[in-house]
């Protein structure tokens, strides 16, 4: 993806964050139609993100997803947010379904879970952003092979 407008924030913040998309995508997570910016969010679906701490929220409608960081996101961080674009952009109903039932209200939302799984399969780690929820080797295989 290209990096974002300039924004007003430390360059070399958005220059980690640009090398740390590379490695994402390259793991096999597609974003698909996404783009991603830093600072803070005063809209639904984010909410306030306070400057300072690292956080991001990603949202989607039509096919379209965006990512807002604020502070210095890890590389788990990052994973994630490109996952949850991949699933805002990319997973069917009846996948979300099937990661819901096995999530069980651990989580914070299916989407969350189901990034959780494509992070967990393509990047071999629990990026531990989406609640309490932990995907098992079968599950994230599932996921990634229905996405």
């Known amino acids: 993806q290209a990096a974002p407008p300039a924004p007003a924030t430390d360059s070399s913040v958005v ?3 640009t090398q740390m ?3 994402v995508e390259a793991s096999g997570i597609n974003p698909g139609n996404w783009t991603w910016s830093m600072g803070t969010a005063n809209e639904t679906p984010c909410g306030v993100l306070p400057p300072g701490i690292a956080q991001g929220c990603t949202s989607g409608n039509g096919y379209t997803a965006s990512t807002i960081f604020t502070g210095t996101p890890t590389l788990s961080l990052v994973a994630h947010e490109l996952a949850n674009a991949e699933v805002e952009n990319n997973a069917s109903p009846a996948l979300l379904a099937q990661v819901t039932s096995v999530e069980a209200g651990t989580s914070w939302s299916p989407i969350d879970a189901t990034a959780t799984c494509l992070v967990y399969y393509h990047m071999g780690f629990e990026d531990d952003d989406s609640g309490s929820f932990q ?3 079968s599950e ?3 996921v990634a092979a229905n996405i």
């Open 15 to 17: 220059a980690m964050i």
């Open 21 to 23: 998309v590379a490695q």
């Open 135 to 137: 995907c098992s080797a």
């Open 140 to 142: 994230a295989q599932y």
